[in-house]
């Protein structure tokens, strides 16, 4: 409609400007006249097409937020386990790295903690939504600063953070397994089993595996950061 009226008062100028019947001064006021209205016109134009662009944009920003609410969700849900596997996997190896070298395997209690030294958990945040929206440009048009910010501590401060923790932990599993791959190269009874996990460099590598309170701390962080932020979007969008 805008280009319509554009287009109608820019040829409504160049009548004016090449009729006969007018003097310059006339001319020059009509043309004027007709060149506000162009103006006005654009301006209107550019206008709402901004407005449709950033309604679009915000629609936009709803749905990201309220998809993160709920991959935050199932995070903090998930953090939940790992945490309980880690306080398991922490008692397993407590236990083991007391076993006295001269005593015997305590049967099936024993053989169960030897099997779970090869098992691991770790945390696996939803995080393709955030990448998708971040790749495409679109984090910047999240209006509220405080809330885009916390989002992108989340992702890129706090899980790298437990990724570091976790990869310490998995290297230091990694070398016991290396260990016992050695030690244990004549055989697997539970006799030579004990025997191989309570050497005193195998007991040195069952306590660096309980994990340390920094672990525990990071996961803690994660959690609060993703309900702060929950918090956040529910307020932005209340009912939602």
Do not use: C
Not at 127 to 136: A, D, N, Q, T, Y
């Amino acid at each position: 409609m805008a280009e319509l009226e554009v287009a109608k008062h820019g040829k409504n100028v160049i009548q004016m400007a090449v009729a006969r019947e007018h003097g310059i001064g006339h001319k020059l006021r009509e043309i004027a006249l007709e060149i506000v209205i162009i103006v006005f016109a654009v301006s209107i134009s550019i206008w709402f097409h901004s407005m449709s662009e950033h309604r679009h944009e915000q629609q936009q920003v709803r749905t990201f937020l309220l998809g993160l609410k709920s991959d935050l969700k199932r995070d903090v849900e998930q953090l939940g386990g790992v945490v309980r596997d880690y306080r398991e996997s922490d008692a397993t190896y407590k236990y083991l790295a007391e076993l006295d070298p001269k005593g015997q395997p305590d049967g099936e209690k024993f053989d169960k903690a030897f099997e779970a030294l090869n098992t691991n958990t770790f945390f696996v945040p939803e995080r393709s939504r955030f990448e998708g929206f971040k790749s495409s440009g679109r984090l910047t048009h999240i209006e509220d600063d405080g809330l885009l910010n916390d989002i992108l501590d989340l992702h890129q401060s706090d899980y790298p953070a437990i990724r570091r923790s976790e990869s310490g932990w998995e290297s230091s599993q990694k070398k016991l397994m290396a260990y016992l791959d050695i030690a244990l190269e004549q055989g697997e009874t539970p006799a030579q089993r004990y025997a191989a996990l309570t050497t005193p460099k195998a007991k040195r590598m069952l306590r660096a595996l309980v994990a340390h309170a920094q672990i525990y701390d990071r996961y803690q962080q994660y959690v609060t950061h993703s309900q702060q932020i929950i918090k956040q979007i529910d307020a932005a969008y209340p009912g939602a």
